[in-house]
């Protein structure tokens, strides 16, 4: 982690000091994964069976719950030489089996299943903006939609959904051609971690 | 060589994967950790409630022995060992605060009872209970200092807990649980039954059995879904 960061800012070097402003390749749209997604920290369908507790023996639990990783779909907008908007579209979903005892037997009774679906325009400050190299660090604030699936019941839940990236690095390796490829560390309500990803920049 | 290690490490696997269907024990079958839903929770009316109990029990008995006419962990009206009279544990008091021990009978026999809160390992809920126990008759066995020999007759063990469940545990009619002489804050061994029925919303939903053979650990035998 040290390395890349020290490799990053190296390269960042290289950027500052520029004279002229970014017009070519200001607009861009991209695709990602990676990253825990937020369903982790909100602890839904856990194993919660305790021994010393009614509910917690006779009351349905579950078994180590399955994630998907974190879909994003982005679209980018340079307006300036440190600035820029962004509009962000992510998907995640998480499911988990659901056990009860019942008689002496613990059987699977279904699945429950939680699917995130967030909206976010985001800000992005650019520490470094050249046509091959950028690194930035956003915030990005919207809304989310979360179904949850249980007991072959559905609900639908809408909140709010944000996002920081204390450090992004997007990379683009041919003159004139608008590919890229870019990384973001991420921390907030859809994701934890850094997710991965490539764009066309136009 | 490449085919032995394949098929030691497969062997090795497979072994691994054993120990998950079959228990370690001989003769004791496949083992399912859902046949034990419950024990756990009933041990500890054996060995936590009741044993809290019976501390307070000796405790007040010390008391009685040094002559003392007044205590700050008990209110009394009289000696313990006099029929009628009652010994209440002081709402100070760290164990079982306002549990009331009173003489019911002249063959060394006391009611003790509460209804209040009690915890289960951290799950503190709303504990009905009343229980007989007698003294066996002291013998040259027992050393000063040592713990008596207790025969526990739990009449009721109500406990209302959260999202509608109940529990209700005693001893079979006419049975006791035995906690005999022990040393060292503790008493050696535990023998005989107690029976727990669950409920949900006033529906019956299980009924268990725990059968105390000395030990907690290893040699207690448990039913439920009977």
């Known amino acids: 982690m040290k390395k890349l960061v020290v490799s990053l800012i190296l390269l960042a070097g290289f950027a500052f000091g520029a004279a002229a402003q970014e017009n ?13 997604t937020g369903l982790d920290a909100d602890g839904l369908f856990i194993n919660n069976y305790d021994p010393y507790s009614l509910a917690g023996i006779y009351e349905p639990t ?18 300036g030489r440190w600035i820029g908007v962004s509009l962000s579209l992510s998907y995640s979903s998480m499911k988990a089996e659901k056990q009860q005892l019942e008689g002496d ?15 976010v325009p985001g800000v992005k400050v650019f520490w470094a903006n050249r046509e091959r190299f950028k690194l930035y660090s956003g915030f990005d604030a919207g809304a989310e939609a979360r179904c949850v699936t249980d007991d072959g019941k559905t609900s639908l839940n809408l909140g709010a959904a944000w996002d920081v990236v204390p ?5 683009k390796f041919i003159d004139n051609f608008g590919l890229y490829v870019f990384m973001e560390s991420m921390v907030g309500r859809r994701i934890i971690g850094t997710r991965f990803g490539f764009g066309f920049a136009f | ?10 062997a090795m696997l497979l072994a691994s994967c054993t120990k998950d269907f079959f228990s370690s024990d001989e003769w004791s079958g496949t083992y399912d950790y859902a046949e034990m839903a419950g024990c756990d929770y009933m041990l500890c009316v054996a060995d936590n409630l009741i044993v809290d109990n019976l501390k307070q029990m000796e405790t007040a008995l010390f008391i009685e022995s040094q002559g003392s006419t007044s205590s700050t962990r008990f209110a009394f009206n009289g000696s313990i ?29 006391w009611t003790l009872s509460r209804n209040g809160k009690y915890s289960f390992n951290g799950y503190n809920y709303d504990t009905d209970y009343e229980m007989d126990i007698r003294m066996r008759p002291d013998t040259s066995a027992r050393a000063a200092g040592d713990h008596f020999w207790w025969d526990v007759a739990l009449k009721k063990c109500n406990r209302t807990e959260e999202k509608g469940y109940r529990s209700e545990i005693t001893t ?15 008493w050696a061994y535990c023998y005989g039954v107690l029976g727990m029925r669950v409920y949900k919303e006033d ?9 105390l053979n000395g030990g907690r650990y290893n040699d207690p035998s448990y039913l439920h879904n009977l």
Do not use: H
């Open chain 1, 24 to 36: 070519a390749f200001n607009k861009s749209v991209s695709l990602s994964i990676g990253g825990v």
């Open chain 1, 62 to 79: 579950w078994s180590e719950p399955i994630y998907l990783p974190v879909f994003g779909l982005d679209g980018d907008w340079i307006l």
């Open chain 1, 105 to 119: 037997v613990r059987n699977t009774v279904g699945y429950s299943k939680v699917q995130q679906l967030c909206l």
């Open chain 1, 167 to 171: 450090l992004g690095a997007r990379f």
């Open chain 2, 1 to 10: 060589m490449k085919k032995i290690a394949i098929i030691l490490f497969g």
């Open chain 2, 81 to 109: 060992w006099t029929v009628g009279n009652e010994w209440t544990v002081s709402e100070k008091s760290a164990l079982l605060p306002g549990m009331s021990i009173k003489r019911v009978a002249a063959d060394s026999t």
């Open chain 2, 172 to 186: 079979p009619a006419g049975s006791v649980l035995e906690y005999t002489y022990g040393t060292m804050g503790k």
């Open chain 2, 203 to 211: 529906e019956l939903i299980d009924v268990a059995r725990l059968q």
